[in-house]
């Protein structure tokens, strides 16, 4: 059975800093992964998604993340964080033969402080 | 516009007396499905229906009913709420596809059960 772990319940990193947010796998084939993002009080919303093609996947709002096969990881990136990056972030993944089931990770809380 | 639709977004209701939220989407997508999102266990996923008469237990099912009827529509029903179903809901949709495709989420319910 497929299960996604993310590393670090909340993260807190200063405006203009770096963002990494970790996701790790384990999957007895490469699966299909996605982060979401959830601003308060609103759903999930699509930040990107991994579907086999380039191993670094760009998303919006200039995060990207990097599938990375031999580690089993998908980590979120954002060069520069902005205030209104605050949210909880979600990784998922969901497998071949899943038509449609995710596996979310427990989220991780991000805090921008000035 | 794209949207799932989720009624009502809070609600607060005593053990025992029966309620629904509603869901509805305008994708024309044949797989939903209903998560709840608890503190530190991220989206965890209740009934999935992969088309109008088809659905079947997610991971945490207990308590929970769910009925398909119309593509559209997929309402969560508890017969007989308990205080530990007090959670935020989230109803999801998709097309069904071989797990590449991306869920679309709802607004959520927030409830309460005293």
């Known amino acids: 059975a497929q299960s996604v772990t993310q590393l670090g319940s909340h993260v807190s990193v200063s405006e203009g800093a770096l963002v990494l947010l970790r996701c790790n796998y384990s999957s007895s084939v490469p699966p299909y992964l996605f982060w979401y993002v959830q601003y308060p009080n609103q759903g999930l919303q699509l930040l990107l998604k991994?579907?086999?093609?380039?191993?670094l996947v760009k998303g919006i709002n200039g995060f990207e993340a990097e599938f990375k096969k031999s580690e089993t990881s998908f980590h979120l990136t954002k060069p520069s964080a902005h205030m209104s990056d605050a949210a909880e972030y979600f990784c998922a993944v969901s497998e071949t033969d899943s038509w449609g089931k995710f596996q979310f990770g427990a989220g991780t809380q991000v805090v921008v402080t000035p | 516009e794209a949207q799932v639709t989720q009624n009502p977004r809070y609600l607060i209701t005593v053990t025992g007396k029966k309620l629904t939220v509603t869901c509805s989407q305008n994708?024309?997508?044949?797989?939903m499905s209903w998560y709840r999102q608890d503190p530190g266990l991220g989206l965890r996923q209740i009934y999935y229906s992969m088309n109008v008469e088809v659905t079947d237990k997610g991971d945490v099912p207990e308590g929970y009913k769910v009925s398909r009827k119309e593509k559209r529509n997929f309402p969560l029903i508890l017969e007989s709420p308990s205080p530990n179903q007090t959670s935020l809901y989230f109803c999801?949709?998709?097309?069904f596809g071989q797990g590449n495709t991306e869920a679309f989420f709802g607004q959520g319910t927030r409830l309460t059960v005293v």
């Open positions: 999801a949709s998709s097309l």
């Open positions: 991994y579907t086999s093609a380039a191993t």
């Open positions: 994708m024309n997508h044949e797989y």
